[in-house]
């Protein structure tokens, strides 16, 4: 077994080259955030100002964008995936995206994308809803719906809905 790297041995240079390499290794698999991008470093034992060097110089040459990111993800969790925005806020802020980044992505997420996305949600679940009665099947799809994160006011109007033609 080789022995463990210690990064804080290394030369400056040397620290930035392998930082790099663990950095870009990561992005080859998906996008990051700074933060997390941050993190992984870190947790490699890369020295802080090292870090924070390499992703100043990653931002300045377009490799990390937090706000792409944020933006990219709102269009696959709510956009392709039907999560409700408060769903989407809670992803991106444990990503470590700002606060002001999240709210430009989410901007766009209004009340009638939010009882759009519910709506395909109520449509995948309305075949397993198939010869329930009407209090069990209300019950599941408000549930399928708030654990989706959708406000309660937009559950139950789409539940409502969707059952209103479910049962005729």
């Known amino acids: 077994m080789p022995p463990q790297l210690d990064p804080e041995t290394l030369p ?10 663990i950095a870009l290794r990561r992005l080859d698999q998906r996008a990051y955030t700074k933060a997390e991008l941050r993190l992984a470093l870190l947790q490699r ?6 870090a924070e060097e390499l992703l100043s110089s990653f931002e300045g040459v377009g490799l990390l964008d937090d706000a792409q990111f944020a933006a ?4 696959s969790r ?19 995206v700002a606060d002001d980044l999240i709210a ?16 395909a949600v109520a449509a995948t679940h309305l075949k397993r809803l198939s010869g329930l009665e009407y209090p069990v099947a209300y019950r599941r799809l408000a549930g399928a719906l708030a654990r ?21």
């Open 78 to 96: 709510h956009g392709r995936r039907n999560r409700s925005r408060l769903v989407v806020v809670g992803e991106l802020r444990r990503k470590g």
């Open 45 to 50: 034992k890369c020295p802080a100002d090292v």
């Open 12 to 21: 400056r240079e040397r620290q930035l080259e392998w930082a790099r390499e």
């Open 148 to 168: 989706r994160g959708y406000a309660p006011s937009v559950v139950s109007e789409v539940v409502r809905e969707t059952l209103l033609d479910w049962s005729q």
């Open 104 to 119: 430009a992505a989410t901007a766009e997420i209004d009340q009638e994308s939010e009882l759009s996305a519910a709506h």
């Open 72 to 75: 990219d993800w709102v269009v």
